[in-house]
């Protein structure tokens, strides 16, 4: 996707391992999933950064924002956001080194959203009442 498209939050989202950025391990590419225009989401692909923005950087646009989640969920979770251009300087400046996943996406860049009312206490379930 060029960098003067519009944001896609609807697009698909792909869960890759990091081994995808090397292809000798797979049939795949990154480069094949950036196609489709989805947003992806590598996990143990850190240590490939650089590779990861080569091979995407063509379709998605140097702009594109990218989020590294590491350690997601735990008390110490780290988040990088960025963009395509940026990222790698952001991790040589606060390095990164296991236990993260990279998401490389426009819908990373979606605003004026509603939260999601999953855990909302005061949200009316069909077969729960509010603050149950």
Known sequence: MPASASPTPAAPLVILPGLICDSRMFGETLAAFAA????LVVHLAIHAMDEIVKQLTPHYGADCPVAIVAHA???EQRVLRGTLTTIAAQLAAEPIERTAIVMVGRALAAEEFRESALYDADYQRRFRGRGS
Not at 36 to 39: A, D, L, P, V
């Open 73 to 75: 969920s735990w008390p």
């Open 36 to 39: 489709t225009g989805s947003t």
